[in-house]
């Protein structure tokens, strides 16, 4: 079957027709959304052939429903929703893609993940970082496979130091360039596992000031 064409499916609003200012842009950004539903379609029938599904820089806000339909018959093993403009994840993505040992998340726009996360049982790779945490999420240590979780570049500042120290596949944690209080810092120095890496904070004027 012939793939659609890219300018297929993009006619113009009725509301933009001949005389209407508006009408070059509309047409853009139709031609644009146009684009963007043939890359993700594109993407899923690769998917279905290797079992690696990457919706990277695909201008998502959130997981279509046609994805789901799409993979349905497919046992994804991995999971690229990577620079894309994604607030959160459903809780029917873990059901759906219950096998997934590679999710990656960097670069979008969440705070928070799905308690469902908990249930990804092959889950053994997770990237969350260039994000808008404040937290590190605690049920990414609930997950039994998940023996690495890379969080730098967000804005954590909260970390269940006791509940990452009891995790029990944990094995490294990237904390760098967030903005660490130092009790909690030196708390996380101390753990022998998992290994976490942090970046030193700077201390601000004020805090010099006291010292001197």
Excluded at 45 to 73: F, G, I, K, T
Excluded at 79 to 99: A, E, M, R
Excluded at 133 to 152: D, E, K, N, R, Y
Excluded at 170 to 187: F, K
Aim: net charge negative; proline share 7%.
């Amino acid at each position: 079957m012939r793939p659609p064409s890219e300018y297929e499916g993009a006619r113009m609003p009725a509301e933009a027709e001949e005389g209407d200012p508006r009408a070059p842009a509309m047409m853009i950004c139709a031609r644009l959304a146009g684009r963007a539903i043939i890359r993700v379609v594109g993407r899923c029938e690769d998917a279905q052939e290797n079992s690696q599904l990457d919706l990277s820089e695909c201008q998502l806000m959130q997981v279509p429903d046609a994805v789901y339909h799409l993979m349905r018959h497919t046992e994804l093993k991995s999971c690229d929703l990577s620079g894309n403009v994604i607030t959160k994840i459903p809780p029917k993505f873990t059901v759906k893609f219950s096998l997934i040992t590679d999710l990656n998340l960097a670069n979008n726009q969440m705070a928070r993940l799905p308690d469902e996360l908990c249930t990804l049982a092959c889950l053994e790779r997770l990237d969350i970082s260039h994000n808008s945490f404040v937290s590190l999420p605690q049920i990414a240590c609930q997950c039994p496979s998940l023996h690495t979780l890379l969080a730098h570049h967000n804005q954590i500042i909260e970390v269940d130091v006791d509940r990452l120290a009891r995790s029990r596949a944990l094995e490294y944690v990237d904390l760098s360039d967030n903005p660490i209080p130092p009790r909690v810092q030196a708390e996380l120095k101390q753990l022998s596992r998992p290994s976490v890496s942090i970046s030193e904070r700077e201390k601000e004027d004020w805090e010099e000031d006291l010292l001197i």
